[in-house]
């Protein structure tokens, strides 16, 4: 069984930069493909990043530029930096995970907060 454990939410002004983590337990990590997603308040949960075993990323059109991330084999982590954050990026983030044969994310980390103020 998968887990997740996320960490690195909090609360920043317009501007400034976080780095979420997410630790992956339970498999081989090198075999899952793993996602960032958010949901901001009445919105629907949206993917904003993703990168395969490889390092091959997706980025969302919404924060190209702005995120980094990137996976640490040794660690079993991948991580999300956030620069220049903005308001509309206020949501709570998830990890996610999925098996490099699958079509859908399986497990999900608990989600952590971030909340930008203007």
């Known amino acids: ?38 949901q901001a308040p009445g919105k629907e949960r949206e993917l904003v990043a993703q990168i395969t075993s490889g390092s091959s990323t997706y980025d969302a059109d919404s924060v190209k530029g702005r995120f980094t991330q990137s996976r640490d084999h040794l660690k079993n982590t991948v991580y999300l930096q956030m620069n220049s954050l903005k308001p509309e990026d206020t949501a709570i983030y998830y990890c996610a995970s999925k098996h490099i044969g699958s079509t859908e994310y399986e497990y999900w980390g608990q989600g952590t907060q971030v909340t930008v103020s203007s």
Do not use: K, T
């Not at 996320?6 to 002004?13: D, R, S």
């Open 1 to 38: 069984q998968v887990q997740l454990a996320e960490f690195g939410g909090g609360m920043v002004q317009a501007g400034d930069s976080l780095r979420l983590s997410c630790v992956f337990y339970g498999r081989d990590f090198s075999l899952y493909v793993m996602g960032w997603f958010r």
